[in-house]
């Protein structure tokens, strides 16, 4: 399994020191509806284009935007694109990308799309997030695959780190920093176990008169859901740069 780091442009430099399979967070779909690129180094070649559609306009024109997409693909080398769609599924996204899907397709290249596009759009593969609170993440990885198909499946590695209280009956937590994790784990000391269907660690911890229970991932859980996916014969999955970069040395290892 290929795993990227997606990064945008002001932490290239430190991103390239540990891995050259980037994923880069430079790409918009414009408000007049056709591709923008930020602040992108221009040397910067290979890896994944991450666009995103965060305040955009209506995609008027799929066949226009496609070929600002398949053009900027060409002259940097990304061997695809994940669409970093924040809104919901409507008519003139899923239009584009089903056409961009079909286009990479033809081409060798991939496209990644969130859960909630995975069925409009037949010709990429579906982020399925590893960040549970219940359940097993191989159940739910199996039960992705058989609604999509296990070749188009694909991680969203998104680091866990959430506080729950005791009892939770919604299910429901709080997400926490990495630095509200750290005061928690210095501050209390806790014993720390492994949920081997969750693939995380958590502990429980008491204050304020409630007891809490924080699920959390660290390096080794995150290689855990890696060789799951590599185990479940999974083709790609996506790190990104400001939920890991502590822990950057410990995942990649830096490059030779």
Same mark, same amino acid.
């Given at each position: ?19 050259? %399979? ?14 923008? %690129?930020?602040a992108l180094l221009a040397r ?15 995609? %008027? ?9 398949? %053009?900027?693909?060409g002259n940097r080398g990304f ?45 990429? +593969?579906? $982020?399925? +997030? ?6 097993? $993440?191989?159940?739910?990885l199996e039960e992705a695959a ?6 188009? /499946? ?44 969750? +693939? ?13 229970? /924080? ?18 014969? $999974? ?22």
């Amino acid at each position: 399994m290929q795993t990227y780091l997606a990064v945008t442009p002001d932490k290239l430099r430190e991103a390239a020191r540990f891995t050259d %399979r980037l994923a880069h967070v430079a790409y918009l779909v414009g408000r007049d509806g056709r591709l923008t %690129r930020q602040a992108l180094l221009a040397r910067t070649f290979g890896g994944m284009m991450v666009l995103g559609d965060r305040d955009c306009g209506a995609i %008027r024109d799929s066949a226009a935007l496609c070929r600002d997409v398949w %053009r900027e693909c060409g002259n940097r080398g990304f061997g695809g694109v994940l669409a970093d769609f924040e809104q919901p599924p409507a008519p003139d996204r899923v239009a584009f990308l089903d056409s961009l899907g079909r286009i990479l397709s033809r081409n060798g290249k991939q496209l990644y799309v969130p859960e909630r596009y995975g069925s409009s759009v037949q010709q990429a +593969c579906v $982020l399925i +997030c590893t960040a549970l609170s219940g359940g097993t $993440l191989r159940q739910r990885l199996e039960e992705a695959a058989q609604a999509f198909g296990g070749k188009r /499946i694909a991680l969203d590695l998104q680091r866990l780190r959430m506080s729950f209280p005791l009892p939770c009956p919604t299910g429901e937590g709080t997400p926490l920093s990495g630095a509200e994790l750290e005061e928690l784990l210095g501050r209390k000391q806790p014993a720390i176990f492994y949920s081997s269907d969750l +693939c995380a660690k958590y502990f429980t911890c008491t204050g304020e008169g409630e007891s809490r229970f /924080i699920l959390f991932d660290d390096a080794g859980t995150l290689h855990r859901k890696i060789q799951l996916g590599q185990d479940m014969g $999974l083709g790609a999955g996506f790190l990104m740069y400001p939920e890991v970069a502590d822990l950057l040395p410990e995942l990649f290892g830096g490059k030779r």
